[in-house]
């Protein structure tokens, strides 16, 4: 199912997009919220509130999950390595390569000037969309929940972000800062 939004974009329903992840929310108003963008409020004002505030709250889970992944990870790293890997899990670049993998862009709800400006897939917005929907889905399901949806992604990243962190050329830059 697509539902048109004003702007005259299909979008994915909330409901549709929970099931494609096989996630149950209990509160599926919390998942709409975290798919709405500051830009649709401000046009449709008897709308949702927009994700901002789930946008912080899933950036804290995220930060902590992404630094208890790692410590157990790599038991054997010394701690500057663990901050690196850390970092580039949850730079927003990365991010939004996970809203990609997830596809969160055909759900985000935007308000006509973003969506005319492809703002579904700008690294800017996909990033904090990703962090809305595990505020959301931490609020709805708890930490646990959220620890087992984000792993296979940190899984799947771990090669080229060890590559990345370990790339001579880094090295390099940052012996030289």
């Known amino acids: 199912t697509v539902t048109t939004i004003s702007n005259g974009r299909d979008v994915e329903p909330a409901s549709d997009l929970s099931r494609r ?3 149950s929310f209990s509160n599926l108003s919390l998942l709409t919220r975290a798919l709405t963008h500051r830009s649709y ?9 927009d994700n901002e505030r789930l946008e912080f709250l899933g950036d804290a ?3 902590f999950i992404v630094g208890a992944w790692v410590y157990h990870r ?3 790293m010394p701690e500057g390595d663990l901050t690196r890997i850390r970092s580039a899990l949850v730079r927003n670049d990365q991010l939004a390569t996970f809203a990609r993998v997830l596809n969160l862009g055909a759900a985000f709800r935007l308000g006509r000037g973003e969506s005319m ?5 700008r690294d800017g917005l996909l990033g904090s969309l990703f ?3 595990l505020g ?4 709805d399901s708890g930490l646990g929940v959220v620890e087992a949806f984000v792993t296979p992604l940190l899984e799947e990243a771990r ?11 880094s090295r390099l830059q940052e012996w030289a800062q």
């Open 159 to 169: 090669e080229s972000i060890l590559t990345k962190i370990h790339d001579p050329k």
């Open 21 to 23: 992840l096989g996630l």
């Open 117 to 121: 400006s492809g703002g579904n897939s």
């Open 61 to 63: 889970v995220l930060d």
């Open 41 to 49: 409020v401000n046009e449709n004002p008897k709308s949702t509130e």
């Open 74 to 76: 790599f038991p054997e």
């Open 136 to 139: 959301a889905l931490y609020l």
């Open 131 to 133: 962090e809305a929907v």
